[in-house]
């Protein structure tokens, strides 16, 4: 993992090495549920059916980011956690009446909880198909 950064930013590159698909995620647990091969990936994405992609990286149990796809429904999340497996940030993308419009909302997990500990804070729901 590298970062560059100037005037108060920094980016950190990340190379993904494995990129796995389900029809849903554990977020207890943190893995894909009903993991499925590209090849079905592709038939749920064309016909608006949800599933989930997830980027991994070398040396790293935790997935780096898992979004969550569900054209029918007009909306991408993606999840990223930290090398600890925990959600630290999260994105939650709509697609508004024309398709060039998209609503986006950005939420960042504060982990550190005084007399609580480190962990995730959000009450994290199953997100397989219903």
């Known amino acids: 993992m590298r970062t560059s950064g100037s005037g108060g930013w920094a980016a950190m590159?990340?190379?993904?090495?494995?990129v796995g698909y389900a029809q849903g995620w554990d977020p207890a647990a943190?893995?894909?549920w009903r993991p499925i091969p590209v090849t079905e990936a592709r038939e749920?994405?064309?016909?608006g059916l949800p599933y989930v992609v997830v980027y991994r990286t070398a040396g790293r149990a935790a997935p780096l980011e898992v979004r969550h796809v569900s054209w029918r429904d007009h909306y991408v999340g993606v999840w990223v956690y930290d090398a600890r497996g925990r959600r630290v940030e999260q994105w939650d993308l709509r697609l508004l009446d024309d398709p060039?419009?998209?609503l986006?909302?950005?939420r960042a997990a504060h982990i550190t909880v005084p007399g609580v500990g480190e962990e995730d804070r959000w009450l994290d729901r199953p997100t397989s198909p219903r």
Do not use: M
Not at 13 to 18: D, L, Q
């Open 13 to 18: 590159v990340v190379e993904v090495v494995g």
């Open 30 to 32: 943190r893995v894909p």
């Open 44 to 47: 749920r994405d064309t016909e």
């Open 100 to 102: 060039a419009r998209l």
């Open 104 to 106: 986006g909302s950005r």
